[in-house]
Nanobody
Framework: QVQLVDSGGGLVQAGGSLRLSCVAS????????MAWYRQAPGKERDMVASINKGGGISYTDSVKGRFTISRDNAKNTLYLQMNSLNPEDTAVYYC??????????WGQGTQVTVSS
């Protein structure tokens, strides 16, 4: 059973930074795609950033230039560096991994709250 454990959320003032981490119970290089999603109250869960097996990276427009997704294969860890945070970034952030066979795994989520 693959497990993803999210951490790093917290309360930060607007303009501040946080780094989220997602530790996987197996080598993350075996995932076809890994991503960070977020879900604000009353809204759908949306993809924020993704990185594929080949290293290709994608961001949703609202975070381009502020967020950076990265991975450390040796530590089985996915990161999301978030800079210049604003209140609209407030949400529960979830790590996501999709296996080569199309199976999807989720972290438990970590709360990010940005105060104005």
């Amino acid at each position: 059973q693959v497990q993803l454990v999210d951490s790093g959320g917290g309360l930060v003032q607007a303009g501040g930074s946080l780094r989220l981490s997602c530790v996987a119970s197996r080598n993350i290089f075996t995932f076809r795609l890994m991503a960070w999603y977020r879900q604000a109250p009353g809204k759908e869960r949306d993809m924020v950033a993704s990185i594929n097996k080949g290293g290709g990276i994608s961001y949703t427009d609202s975070v381009k230039g502020r967020f950076t997704i990265s991975r450390d294969n040796a530590k089985n860890t996915l990161y999301l560096q978030m800079n210049s945070l604003n209140p609209e970034d407030t949400a529960v952030y979830y790590c996501n991994g999709e296996s080569l066979y199309g199976r999807t795994y989720w972290g438990q989520g970590t709360q990010v709250t940005v105060s104005s």
